[in-house]
């Protein structure tokens, strides 16, 4: 006797080998993109900084009171990138500041994105109803208020500590998702396979969790590829302004010390400059990593 196997198995493998296709010309797409590689590559040494920071830098290296080198000594051959006003190594801070800085990125993306992807979808696909029209106006309130603004007096209100910092850029960089999953949710709700779903009897979580997000999951990927880059910068705006969390080294903390320390008036520039630059970089490589896969997943943005 023959064992037939079940339909419902061969249409997972066929989805599945569907995507692996999908994943393959896409990365194909993506290669040819000198501008995304060049995002993924600085990335890619940025993660590989972060992860080993623990091994390359040891604990008393970055404590004040541990620290042996002559305080805002110039580029060394012993302290490549200069000391602080402590005495520390800047390029210790600049190690350990990585770690902290796409941590709380990261996970401040992660958090923005799940609330923005979950409003958009519910707002376009309950698109005219009472439901719509409050997410909308929410939605539209944290676009048009001033998020430095906002931000400043959440972290004050919560006090400075790394869960809070992520807490306050995630409720303040979710908007901009929203707005764009909603729009594509809009449009895909009218389309014949959403509509093939409700009439054989598929209830709106089904829809919405089966049919909807699957095929919005693109774009929420690439804005979410453009948030981490927004939150970096939030945190490092925050800390700058104090708001930061004290007890953590950031590149944010290092630039804010820089200037309580006066790096700027006596020309401590290797001590304010080089976290900066991290700050720029790693900013414009989620940049280009996002352009580049809003390139691979429209069309209509590739060059010819």
Known sequence: MVD????????????????????????????RNRRGM??????????????????????????PASATGTPNSPPSPEYPLGTDSFGRS?????IVGTRVSLTVGLAATVAAVLIGATFGVLSGYFGGTAIDRVLSALIDWFLVIPWLVLAIVMAAILGPTLLNIIIVIAVTSWALTARVVRAQTLAIRELPFVERARVLGAGDTRIMTRHILPNVFPVIFAQAVLTVAVAILSETTLAILGLGDPTSISWGRTIEEAFNGGAMTNGYWWWIVPPGLAV??????????????EEVLDPRLRSK
């Open 4 to 31: 037939i196997e079940p339909v419902s198995s061969s249409a997972a493998r066929l989805v599945w080998q569907r995507r692996r296709i999908g994943f393959s010309r896409g990365w194909a797409l993506y290669r």
């Open 38 to 63: 060049v995002g993924l590559v600085t990335l890619a040494a940025f993660t590989l900084v972060a992860i080993l920071s623990p091994l390359l830098v040891s604990p008393e290296e970055i404590d």
């Open 90 to 94: 800047v390029l210790s801070l600049l």
């Open 280 to 293: 720029v970089c790693v900013t414009l490589a989620f940049t280009l990593c996002g352009y580049a896969l």
